[in-house]
């Protein structure tokens, strides 16, 4: 009987804790389901929230661009400033260009009737960023980043279109996608593509492709590439020649752009041969101002090439500087640009005297608006006695040398430098025992210990520069906590065209 007494005992106190649990596990899934339903909630209500980082923004520069939701396929006008989360979708339309920055800018430009779908854009709370976008049609030009996305990142950036997945390392290039081919061309850094063989996108090959070269992919170049043919080629000069890559190459590599710019000009006929020289001088027509550089800029050795610009009167059809016609500018075009380099003989040592005039559709050519650069490169003959040298700041502190400024050009350091262009480069040269450079605040990450040289881009759409004066200043931090510094000032007026 006690055993029995005992076994009851044991197994109601048994009954007794299973009743105990079971309140606590109903508490528990109820607080598990409420934190559940409360993540739930809370990520639905801040998932509008379009952070910089996990956002693309676009900028309108041309024409219509549309988007389009993932959770709904219509298609509604877009503006610029608007942002974009993973899964939209964006086009532009015939005529139109646009521009999407994202993670840090990361900047692809998008060409007329082009579509692209933003498969995923995040970035990590450790800092990993992940970009995967989707050319369903059209052509893109991207500036990526090398210090988010080189070879020793763990950042991922690819694009995707029918017939392949381009991997990007840190590059600027150009990607096509039409009912017939895709084609990539490599300008800066580096990519490698995964080119599918099937429609099932199961199988691929993998091809790497260099600086300055083109890939057709094709059917036939498919088979060719089965076959280990070689199907790469040299970038085509219509392509480096093209309004669409110069627009975008000048925003990030201004001096390249001029380059190529003056290469077309040169090769186009003068003008001193045609009808020019006949025409009368008539004041019935507004001569040509020049807003930068100004007149009695004197230009470093260290730079071989500057960008001349100003605006054009509403009757213009046609700006000529030294008896060349600017084939870049088209009738109705407030603005006009010349560039003078000295590989093309249009900048020389010592002085160079410029003279711009304006035709209008009628005949009558405006007076001429002239001024003057000095080239400071060797060979110029000796200041003309009686000019003033530029103005120059203490060179060094405690024998580590402040940072020389040699572009934007001014006249002397208290100037400030006079531009409409929303993208200004400011370079020059640090002391060679100089560790990091910073403008700004802004630490420059390509500078390396030991490098003479720095770059810094300014620009407008990125918020670094701003609508009349900016200020910046160039601090070197060189051993044993020396620093120095230069600043230069630069006056930013952009053109109102609708004028």
Do not use: C
Not at 75 to 89: K, M, N, R, V
Not at 243 to 269: G, K, V, Y
């Amino acid at each position: 009987m006690r055993r029995r007494s005992n076994y009851r005992r044991s197994s109601l106190v048994g009954r007794r804790r299973r009743r105990n649990v079971i309140p606590l596990l109903t508490v528990a899934l109820a607080f598990v389901l409420l934190m559940w339903i409360g993540g739930r909630f809370l990520g639905r209500l801040f998932s509008d929230t379009r952070s910089e980082v996990a956002a693309a923004s676009i900028q309108i520069q041309k024409g219509r661009t549309e988007f389009s939701l993932p959770e709904n396929e219509q298609w509604t006008p877009a503006y610029s400033d608007q942002e974009f989360l993973s899964g939209d979708s964006v086009r532009t339309s015939g005529n139109s260009h646009a521009s999407l920055e994202f993670l840090g800018g990361n900047v692809v430009f998008l060409d007329q009737n082009t579509e692209v779908v933003l498969q995923e854009i995040e970035e990590s709370s450790s800092g990993e960023k992940t970009a995967h976008l989707k050319l369903v049609q059209g052509r893109l030009w991207a500036r990526v980043s090398e210090d988010d996305f080189g070879n020793n990142a763990d950042s991922v950036f690819t694009v995707e279109t029918p017939r392949t997945l381009v991997h990007v390392r840190g590059t600027i290039f150009d990607l096509s996608t039409n009912a017939g081919q895709d084609t990539i061309r490599l300008i800066k850094g580096g990519v490698d593509t995964d080119i599918f063989i099937d429609e099932k996108k199961d199988d691929f090959l993998n091809i790497k492709i260099g600086v300055g070269q083109k890939l057709a992919i094709t059917p036939q170049n498919i088979e060719r590439l089965k076959n280990k043919e070689d199907v790469l080629e040299i970038m085509d000069t219509e392509f480096i020649e093209s309004e669409w890559h110069l627009q975008n190459l000048e925003r990030f590599f201004p001096q390249e752009a001029t380059q190529i710019r003056r290469r077309i000009e040169m090769s186009a006929p003068k003008t001193e041969d045609t009808n020019t020289p006949t025409l009368e001088t008539s004041t019935d027509i507004e001569s040509p101002q020049v807003i930068s550089p100004q007149t009695g800029t004197r230009i470093p050795s260290s730079q071989d090439a500057i960008q001349i610009e100003g605006t054009a009167p509403l009757e213009a059809v046609q700006i000529i500087v030294n008896g060349y016609t600017l084939t870049r500018f088209q009738p109705g075009d407030r603005k006009w640009t010349y560039f003078a380099a000295a590989k093309f003989g249009t900048l020389i040592p010592g002085e160079n005297k410029f003279s711009v005039v304006a035709i209008s559709r009628d005949g009558k050519k405006s007076p001429p608006t002239e001024f003057n650069l000095f080239y400071e490169r060797e060979g110029a003959p000796a200041q003309a006695s009686g000019s003033e040298p530029p103005q120059t700041e203490e060179s060094s502190i405690d024998g580590f040398a402040k940072p020389v400024i040699t572009k934007p050009s001014v006249l002397n350091a208290n100037d400030a430098y006079q531009t409409s262009s929303d993208v200004v480069t400011i370079a020059g040269t640090v002391d060679p025992k100089t560790n990091t450079v910073e403008v700004s605040g802004f630490r420059l990450k390509k500078f390396q210990p030991g490098q003479t040289e720095f770059s810094y881009i300014a620009n407008a759409r990125y918020g670094n520069m701003k609508e009349g004066e900016n200020i910046y200043e160039v601090v070197a931090f060189g051993p044993d906590g020396k620093k120095a510094s230069s600043t230069i000032k630069v006056v930013y007026t952009p053109l109102n065209v609708s004028q």
